[in-house]
């Protein structure tokens, strides 16, 4: 099991991102995965979550309406979708998966890639 996060850059207020997140092992297409971001001095947040169908989404209250969470088990990603960026969104976005979950979001994650670092800035 591996996931790879990338996507991440310095962009502007107000600008778009897109962060991919490529996964490894067959098992990973029956779990839901989903984005973490750690600032530096702050807690761990988690971002959004998407269920191994893609049919069931979480995002945190943060970020509900400017982010958009999807996948693509074909091609074994995971993508986040970034809007209307803030200063405060900049973090290092990991992707994380509960590897022995049922598929739904909610469980705790137990593995995570590494990180991407995204940075909004003028």
């Known amino acids: 099991v591996q996931l790879q996060a990338s996507g991440g850059g310095l962009v502007q207020p107000g600008g778009s991102l897109r962060l991919s997140c490529l996964y490894s092992?067959?098992?990973?297409?029956?779990?839901?995965i989903g984005w973490v971001r750690q600032a530096p001095g702050k807690e761990r947040e988690e971002v959004s979550c998407?269920?191994?169908?893609?049919?069931?989404?979480y995002y945190a209250d943060s970020v509900k309406g400017r982010f958009t969470i999807s996948r693509d088990n074909a091609k074994k990603t995971v993508y986040l979708q970034m809007n209307s960026l803030k200063p405060e969104d900049t973090a290092v976005y990991y992707c994380?998966?509960?590897?022995?979950?049922?598929?739904?979001?909610?469980?705790?994650?137990?593995?995570w890639g590494q990180g991407t670092q995204v940075t909004v800035s003028s």
């Open positions: 092992g067959f098992t990973l297409d029956y779990r839901a």
């Open positions: 998407i269920s191994s169908s893609g049919g069931s989404t």
């Open positions: 994380a998966t509960d590897r022995a979950g049922w598929g739904d979001c909610g469980s705790e994650y137990d593995y």
